[in-house]
């Protein structure tokens, strides 16, 4: 019988987040070749395993592509027009289908809040305002606002304790962009009152369980309402919203 060597799952996210970061910040480009295996393995101070399972992971998505013989590189361009994949998917998922998903976030992350404010460690701190800094300063370019913004939902669930849930978010993550791409800006949407990822982050700072848990149930009942109001529009008229709110975010950047 062969055993497969057991990977730790948060250190391959880490990496897998590490080179996503090269490429979505232009230090590489489509089709550069990345550094040699040996050479990432000494520079990221992780395994061989850690480092192949990460790079799996992007290439799965299309994001890298691993050449035999010749290295591994990043995708072509139509593979890593990560924002015109977002918006195709935003155009194709119904607003409809997409309120089940967000049912779904709200059973997982509403409750995983609270257990993140009750568990919350400093370092996890440190790392939930940094992740939080980052996506306050990608607001000019949408895709990476977007990366930014699942990535702060999914530490808050990973702190939470239930590696399980954080999974299946992560499983989810298309179409968590398309309901955030669904939900741009448009005339009469139903608009936060505050900041609710800065509401959510000061609870957890507070390590305030119950005033987690209201803050990111107040996070997704907006969710439901500005799917709701999308819904209801015409599709032709949600459609063009769409694309328009998304021009104008950046988002048709290639």
């Known amino acids: 019988m ?3 060597p057991i990977v730790q799952t948060s250190l391959v996210n880490e990496v897998a987040g590490r080179l996503r970061g090269l490429v979505e910040s232009g230090n ?3 089709g550069d070749r990345l550094p040699s295996e040996p050479e990432l393995v000494e520079r990221l101070h992780v395994s ?3 480092l192949r399972e990460a790079i799996s992971r992007l290439e799965s998505i299309g994001l890298l592509k691993v050449k035999r013989g010749l290295g591994t590189f990043v995708g072509d361009r139509a593979g890593l027009s990560v924002t015109t994949q977002l918006i195709r998917s935003a155009m194709a998922i119904s607003p409809k289908d ?4 967000a049912e779904f976030r709200r059973l997982i992350e ?3 809040s609270r257990n993140a404010a009750e568990r919350v460690s400093d370092a996890q701190l440190v790392e939930l305002e940094g ?6 300063n ?3 370019d949408l895709a990476v606002s977007m990366r930014k913004d699942f990535d702060l939902h999914l530490k808050i669930v990973e702190i939470g304790g239930n590696e399980l849930m954080r999974n299946v978010l992560e499983v989810l993550q298309e179409f968590i962009f398309a309901a955030m791409v669904q939900t741009l800006d448009q005339p009469g949407l139903p608009k936060a009152s505050g900041n609710q990822h800065l509401e959510l ?4 700072k507070a390590r305030n369980g119950a005033r987690a848990e209201r803050a990111a149930t107040a996070h997704m009942d907006l969710l439901a309402a500005r799917l709701e109001f999308v819904a209801a529009q015409p599709k032709e008229k949600s459609a063009e919203a769409i694309a328009r709110a998304a021009e104008r975010k950046g988002a048709a950047r290639v």
């Open 2 to 4: 062969k055993l497969k």
């Open 28 to 30: 590489l480009n489509a």
């Open 48 to 50: 061989r395993t850690v």
């Open 98 to 101: 997409l309120l089940q998903v």
């Open 110 to 112: 509403c409750p995983c």
């Open 131 to 136: 992740i939080y800094q980052d996506m306050m």
């Open 138 to 140: 990608s607001k000019d």
């Open 201 to 204: 982050l000061e609870a957890i």
